[in-house]
């Protein structure tokens, strides 16, 4: 069973910067595809980054790159989303899941945190 913990959302204003983790074990970072997702209101849930633990390699959505950085911190088991030059519409619950390929569909993730809320303020 993979459990996967978010934490660090909040409020800021537009150009903010903030960062998320994801918190889960040292085996499904290695082995699994951590990816983060969002969803706005009256919206799609739709991939925002992933990062992939057999070799570390990264991937994100065109919305969020260069300003969104996802890495981990091995000395918490973590995953980061590190948000920065933060809009408006980067607004949305943000989840992280796990899969066990690389997918930018939210199908393909079979484990799911419960979710931390961003919003940026005009």
């Known amino acids: 069973q993979v459990h996967l913990a978010e934490s660090g959302g909040g409020l800021v204003q537009a150009g903010g910067s903030l960062r998320l983790s994801c918190t889960t074990s040292e085996p499904t970072l290695n082995n699994r595809v951590i990816g983060w997702f969002r969803q706005a209101p009256d919206k799609e849930r739709e991939f925002v980054a992933g990062?992939?633990?057999?070799?570390?390699?990264?991937y994100y959505a065109e919305s969020v790159t260069g300003r969104f950085r996802i890495f981990r911190d091995n000395t918490k088991n973590t995953i980061h989303l590190q948000m920065d030059h933060l809009k408006p519409e980067d607004t949305a619950i943000y989840y992280c899941?796990?899969?066990?390929?690389?997918?930018?569909?939210?199908?393909?993730?079979?484990?799911w945190g419960q979710g931390t809320q961003v919003a940026v303020s005009s």
């Open positions: 990062h992939i633990g057999t070799n570390g390699a990264t």
């Open positions: 899941a796990a899969s066990a390929v690389a997918s930018r569909s939210h199908g393909a993730f079979g484990e």
